[in-house]
Nanobody, 125 residues
Framework: QVQLVESGGGLVQAGGSLRLSCVVSGLAFSDWTMAWFRQAPGKEEREFVAVHSGLTLKTYYSDSLKVRFTVSRDNAKNTVYLEMNSLRPGDTAVYYC?????????????????WGQGKQITVST
């Protein structure tokens, strides 16, 4: 059974930092592409944030977030991370990790087969 479990969300003041973790079980983690998406309040779609390929170790970011956000992974711990700096109220959302078993860099949420439960991040002014 594949499981993705996120941790590290919460409330932070604008300008602060947070790190999300996503521990994965039930699949060959090092071979899988891992991504982060977010869903802002009142929006139906999940916005692409960042992705880290397992096989190629390449990363790719949303253009609007790449300066402030960093995705990384520790294959020994089956964990992918999202480091978020200089947070803004507009970053308030539920953040999800997702897994895809292709070598591609995928930014479309519908193509990801496995998802975590999501973690709320609220950035206050």
């Amino acid at each position: 059974q594949v499981q993705l479990v996120e941790s590290g969300g919460g409330l932070v003041q604008a300008g602060g930092s947070l790190r999300l973790s996503c521990v994965v079980s039930g699949l060959a983690f090092s071979d899988w592409t891992m991504a982060w998406f977010r869903q802002a309040p009142g929006k139906e779609e999940r916005e692409f944030v960042a992705v880290h390929s397992g096989l190629t170790l390449k990363t790719y970011y949303s253009d609007s977030l790449k300066v402030r956000f960093t995705v990384s992974r520790d294959n020994a711990k089956n964990t992918v991370y999202l480091e978020m700096n200089s947070l803004r109220p507009g970053d308030t959302a539920v953040y999800y990790c997702a897994a895809d078993n292709s070598i591609r860099i995928v930014t479309i949420s519908e193509l990801y087969g496995f998802w975590g439960q999501g973690k709320q991040i609220t950035v206050s002014t």
